[in-house]
């Protein structure tokens, strides 16, 4: 799969890594050279141009890619460049980050966007999902093991998981790179809420005990995540 992503912050570089790991085609596209670290992921293609400009676009082909992702820290700019993605080069699939809450009503298809990611509105579902969790066979205090749960409906093709980082987990008290290095194919951590506030996780982003951990996944099975990020005495043998 070919993948554009528009912002090489922290953001769009975490999951240019997953998917680069995962043995996509990834490419990079930002105005800021400061941005531009082709040490940091040498697997991505990297663009030094305006993703709001028609001609960057023109000139990276971006009708060839299978998919589109807004991930700058401007909604302005994410939904520019995902009319631009949708409307001019027909890209299959466009998932944009929503900043500001009060620019949610625009991530529509209207705009291009087939997914919007609010972290306001994830942060209502990990909220509201422990008094939705309970029944369907599932453990009644809404999750797995280690406090985990698929948070909204599933759609078949992903989902988003939260996990609360036990003190006895390996990654407690680490660095998000540690982690991200040994995830499952198709699961990428997101987000890291901490004491209300939301974190879009860098290699660098200290974990401890109590963090609550947010996954986009795809894969078939959270059971090896669970196994990763349980504590060593509760792992199988």
């Known amino acids: 799969m070919r993948i554009a992503i528009a912002g090489a912050g922290a953001v769009g570089r975490s999951i240019a890594a997953e998917m680069c790991a995962g043995g996509h085609e990834v490419l990079l596209i930002d105005r800021s050279a400061r941005a531009i670290d082709v040490d940091d992921l040498p697997g991505a293609e990297w663009l030094l141009a305006d993703a709001c400009e028609l ?3 023109d000139s990276a082909r971006l009708e060839e890619f299978d998919a589109a992702v807004a991930a700058s820290g401007d909604d302005k700019v994410n939904l520019v460049f995902s009319l631009l993605a949708k409307t001019e080069f027909a890209v299959p699939r466009v998932i944009a980050r929503v900043n500001d809450p009060r620019d949610e009503w625009l ?29 369907d066979g599932a453990d009644p205090d809404g999750g797995g093991p280690d406090g985990s749960e698929a948070i909204g409906p599933a759609s078949g093709e992903t989902d988003l998981l939260e996990f609360t980082l036990g003190a006895g987990s390996p990654f407690a008290g680490g660095q998000a790179g540690a982690l991200t290095a040994r995830l499952p194919e198709g699961i990428v951590l ?11 996780p860098s290699a660098a982003t200290d974990l401890r005990a109590g ?25 199988s043998a």
Request: hydrophobic share 55%; no cysteine; net charge negative.
């Open 211 to 235: 963090d609550e951990l947010v996954f986009l996944s795809s894969a078939p099975s959270v059971a090896e995540l669970e196994e990763l990020l349980a504590p060593e005495g509760d792992r």
């Open 55 to 57: 001609a960057s676009l």
């Open 107 to 135: 991530f529509t298809p209207a705009w291009g966007v087939d997914e919007a990611v609010s972290t306001p509105r994830l942060m209502v579902s990990l909220i509201e999902a422990p008094a939705s969790g309970a029944g």
């Open 190 to 200: 997101v987000a890291v809420v901490r004491a209300g506030a939301v974190v879009a």
